[in-house]
C-alpha cells in the first residue's frame, strides 16, 4: 500500500468528507432553478406557413384602409404657400438684402396677394415658415431660464442667457437668445376690402399658458440693448398672455418649421383674392433663411400630410404581396414541416435531467 492509498483509507476511517463532496463545495455552478436557467412558462410561437400568411393578411387588410383614409383626409385638407422673403425687397436693393432689412430707413411694407383654390372652411390657420434656421443648436435650445418664466421671485436666474441676460445692470425678462429672436413679421389680410380678424387666441399649448409661463412675470429690459434680434413684448402684459412668445419659445427640431401665427374664424370662399400686408422685418438674410406664408386648414389627422398615408399603404401592400408570394410558394413548393414534440422546450419542459 502506497502513502496515497494509506492516507484516503485514514481519512475515510476517521469520517473525513470524501472528495466528490470537496469539489461540490468548491464548485461555483450555481443552484440550479428555472428562474436562473430560463426555463419559466413562456409563449414560443412556432412560425408555420399558416401562421405567417395569416399575420401578412391581417396587417395588410387593417393598414390598406388606414392609409387611404389618411391620404383621403390630407388631401381634403386646402393648403396655400407662399414665399415672401424675397419678393418682397425693393429692386434697388435686388443685390443687398442685407443692407435692406438692416436699414431702419427702408420701408418694409410689402403687399401680396393670394388666391383661394377651393372652398377654405373656418378656422383657417396662419403659419409662418422659416427654413435654414436650427432651433435646435445646443447653445440655443439652452439660451433660456424656464425658472424666470415661471416665477417672478426667480428674475435674477440668468445663468444660461449670456449674453442676453442683463441690461442697465438689472436682468432681462425674458432672457436668452431664444425669446431675443423672437419672430417679429406682421401680417394683415383682407377679401374685397374687407378686413379680416385674425384671433390669438389658443395658438399656444395649454400646457405652456398653465404651467411654464407665470401670470405674475412681465417683460422687462427686453430688446432694450443696442442690438435688437427681434419682436418686442407689451411690458404691461404677463408672459402667462403672450402667446407668440410661447409659440416661439417651443424649438423645433429641424431646421425647417412652421409656427402658429393666427386664426382667421371666417370662411373662404373659391377664387376669393386674399390680401395681405406684410410687415418685413425679421432678417433670414443674414444666414440664407427662407421666409414663408402659409394659410391652411385641418382634418382629423391635422395639416397637409401625405407622408402618412403613403407609409401604411406601402407597409399594408408590402404585406399583402410577402402573403400571395408565401401562399403561391407553399403550394408549388410545398415543404412538409417537422415534429413540433421535438423541439428542446417539448422534450425536456421543466429543464430536468434524467
Known amino acids: 500500500m502506497n502513502m496515497n492509498e ?31 436557467q430560463q426555463e419559466l412558462p413562456a409563449c414560443k410561437p412556432i412560425l408555420t406557413p399558416g401562421w405567417v400568411i395569416s399575420t401578412f393578411i391581417a396587417i395588410g387588410i387593417v393598414f390598406i384602409p388606414i392609409g387611404l ?12 404657400v407662399d414665399r415672401y422673403d424675397e419678393d418682397c425687397v425693393p429692386a434697388n436693393y435686388s443685390k443687398n438684402f442685407l443692407a435692406y432689412i438692416q436699414s431702419s430707413e427702408t420701408n418694409k411694407t410689402c403687399t401680396r396677394r393670394l388666391i383661394v383654390p377651393k ?24 439660451s433660456r431660464s424656464d425658472k424666470q418664466l415661471r ?33 417679429n413679421d406682421t401680417y394683415r389680410f383682407s377679401v374685397k376690402n374687407s378686413l ?12 405652456d ?20 434680434g427681434g419682436a418686442k413684448l407689451n411690458p404691461s402684459i404677463p408672459l402667462s398672455e403672450q402667446e407668440d412668445l410661447m409659440v416661439w419659445m417651443r424649438t423645433a427640431a429641424l431646421p425647417t418649421f412652421r409656427k402658429l401665427y393666427g386664426k382667421i374664424e371666417a370662411d373662404l370662399e373659391a377664387n376669393d383674392v386674399v390680401t395681405v400686408v406684410i410687415k418685413n422685418n425679421y432678417n433670414t438674410y443674414s444666414f440664407g433663411g427662407k421666409k414663408r406664408l402659409v394659410l391652411s386648414t385641418t382634418s382629423w ?54
Open 119 to 142: 372652398r377654405m372652411k373656418s378656422p383657417v390657420f396662419i403659419y409662418y415658415q422659416l427654413d435654414n434656421f436650427y432651433q435646435n443648436h445646443r447653445r440655443y435650445v439652452k
Open 6 to 36: 494509506a492516507s484516503s483509507s485514514s481519512a475515510a476511517q476517521e469520517g473525513g468528507p470524501p472528495s466528490s463532496s470537496i469539489a461540490r463545495k468548491n464548485s461555483h455552478k450555481p443552484k440550479y432553478s428555472r428562474f436562473s
Open 301 to 354: 389627422i391635422g395639416g397637409k400630410n401625405d407622408f402618412l398615408g403613403i407609409a401604411y399603404l406601402t407597409v399594408g401592400g408590402l404585406c399583402l404581396f410577402f402573403a400571395i408570394s408565401f401562399i403561391l410558394l407553399y403550394v408549388f413548393n410545398p415543404r412538409p414541416l417537422g415534429d413540433p414534440s421535438y423541439l428542446s422546450w417539448n422534450r425536456n419542459p421543466a429543464g430536468q435531467t434524467k
Open 69 to 80: 383614409a389618411s391620404l383621403f383626409a390630407s388631401e381634403r385638407v386646402v393648403e396655400i
Open 151 to 183: 416665477s417672478r421671485a426667480s428674475e435674477y436666474v440668468t445663468d444660461n442667457c449670456k449674453p442676453e441676460d442683463s441690461a442697465h445692470g438689472s436682468p432681462i425678462v425674458p432672457c436668452g437668445l431664444i425669446a431675443w429672436s423672437l419672430f
Open 196 to 207: 379680416l380678424n385674425v384671433s390669438k387666441k389658443d395658438i399656444a399649448w395649454k400646457s
Open 209 to 228: 399658458q398653465g404651467h411654464k409661463f407665470g401670470d405674475d412675470v412681465y417683460p422687462k429690459n427686453f430688446q432694450s440693448g443696442g442690438l435688437i
